[in-house]
């Protein structure tokens, strides 16, 4: 009886602690999760800009609420071709993952590569990516460059992790970025990009750090 008794009063303090802690908890949460006034997120699959030209696919945006978008496979060109391209954004932070993809002509390839940014702060990851015959880092330093020479159109440059503040003030990463010498013009070829941040009238002009990337046959 006097078990049962502790156990009721335990149980009761319980409740009552709980009756009393909830109201804050719940009031602190939407304050935690709020992005700061004026901040917006977005983020694309790929893009190209040369000769042949490949709008962002699959994008997004947004100022408010997680907005998300798929795209089963992007081959428009042979410059570049990618299947499972995710997207996804909401004002505080963005996301793009893109798997199984290629850049033929410059023998680079990876099972999936993604960028994130959060809060202003970005990152990159490359699975199994190799260019020429050579693996990639899989988490790069921020704006990683690797210079690659094609057989037949000269050297490629190849940014890695590349971040750089845009003129509304917000951060954009992305993933791979690789300059073509194509014929006649390049072409650059842009995959997994997430910007996020706050948004401001001006900006200073970003300041890129550069970092040779290690490489392992």
Same mark, same amino acid.
């Given at each position: 009886?006097?078990?049962?008794?502790?156990?009721?009063?335990?149980t009761a303090?319980?409740?009552?602690?709980?009756?009393? !802690?909830?109201?804050g908890l719940a009031a602190a949460a939407p304050a935690l999760a709020a992005a700061p006034h004026g901040s917006e997120g977005s983020a694309y699959g790929l893009t190209v800009a040369g000769p042949v030209a490949v709008?962002?696919?699959?994008? @997004?945006?947004?100022?408010?609420?997680?907005?998300?978008?798929?795209?089963?496979?992007? #081959? +428009?060109?042979?410059?570049?071709?990618?299947?499972a391209l995710d997207v996804s954004a909401s004002a505080a932070r963005a996301r793009s993952t893109v798997a199984r993809?290629?850049?033929p002509a410059a023998k680079l390839m990876a099972s999936a590569v993604s960028a994130? =940014? %959060?809060?202003?702060?970005?990152?990159? +990851?490359?699975?199994r990516a190799v260019i020429a015959g050579k693996r990639l880092d899989?988490?790069?330093?921020? #704006?990683?460059?690797?210079?690659? %020479?094609?057989?037949? !159109?000269?050297?490629?440059?190849?940014?890695?992790?590349?971040?750089?503040?845009?003129?509304d003030g917000r951060l954009a990463v992305t993933a791979m970025e690789i300059q073509v010498p194509l014929p006649?013009?390049?072409?650059? @070829?842009?995959?997994?990009?997430?910007? =996020?941040?706050k948004t401001v009238s001006e900006a200073p002009a970003p300041t890129p750090v550069e970092h040779d990337l290690p490489v392992t046959g």
């Open positions: 009886m006097r078990y049962s008794h502790a156990v009721g009063r335990l303090a319980g409740i009552l602690t709980g009756g009393l !802690l909830a109201p709008p962002p696919v699959p994008a @997004v945006s947004s100022t408010t609420g997680k907005v998300s978008k798929s795209l089963l496979r992007e #081959n +428009h060109t042979k410059l570049v071709q990618a299947s993809v290629a850049v994130k =940014c %959060d809060g202003g702060r970005g990152s990159a +990851h490359l699975a899989a988490s790069p330093p921020p #704006n990683t460059t690797v210079p690659v %020479d094609i057989e037949g !159109l000269g050297r490629a440059s190849l940014i890695l992790n590349k971040q750089e503040r845009m003129a006649g013009k390049p072409a650059t @070829v842009r995959i997994a990009s997430a910007t =996020c941040g």
